[in-house]
């Protein structure tokens, strides 16, 4: 990958392509969890790409090649997300009548999403994004130790409000 790097850097395209599709499901994963939508997640990956490809040379570090595009696309994320901000959806709730599997992983998903700011970061980035703790603490310029107490307070909160949810106590 780090030769790949200095190959994109000196403006090999077929280089910086093998890059992108080697990313592109773990790129796919982190946008998906901060945006929901797929054409919005195309969005996002689409200006990632076009950002990065006209500032590679700007990369001081091959070695950090992921860490800055997963920036860049979370940076793209959340300007899609800002520009959504002021738009209000008409979609009723829907409940499942029937307790499934399925239902499980997007009640969680929904529970993640209510987490506050900094503890949703981390957990989207370590769980959905499948970045490190080091990768983590790099991207948002905080400490590891930082990261892991976030991580270690968003798995209780999660723990006992999907406990609650599971039997059936909906006041979270």
């Known amino acids: 990958m780090i030769g790949d790097v200095e190959l994109a850097r000196r403006g090999d395209k077929e280089a910086f392509i093998r890059l992108m599709r080697g990313l592109e499901v773990s790129l796919y994963q982190t946008a998906k969890a901060f945006l ?21 040379r700007g990369l001081k570090n091959p070695r950090y090649f992921k860490t800055w595009i997963v920036r860049i696309l979370i940076n793209e994320c959340k300007k899609l997300l800002d520009k959504r901000r002021n738009v209000v959806s008409f979609q009723p709730e829907y ?29 989207l980035l370590y769980y959905y994004g499948d970045l490190t703790v080091k990768e983590i603490a790099e991207e948002l310029d905080v400490p590891e130790g930082t990261v ?25």
């Open 36 to 56: 929901h939508s797929d054409e919005d997640c195309a969005d996002a990956m689409q200006e990632t790409a076009l950002r990065s490809y006209r500032s590679i």
């Open 95 to 123: 409940e499942p009548a029937v307790a499934d599997p399925g239902y499980a992983r997007l009640e969680l998903r929904e529970l993640v999403d209510r987490l506050d700011g900094p503890q949703r970061s981390v957990v």
């Open 148 to 172: 892991k107490s976030r991580l270690y307070k968003a798995r209780e909160i999660l723990g006992s409000q999907y406990d609650r949810l599971s039997k059936g106590v909906k006041s979270l």
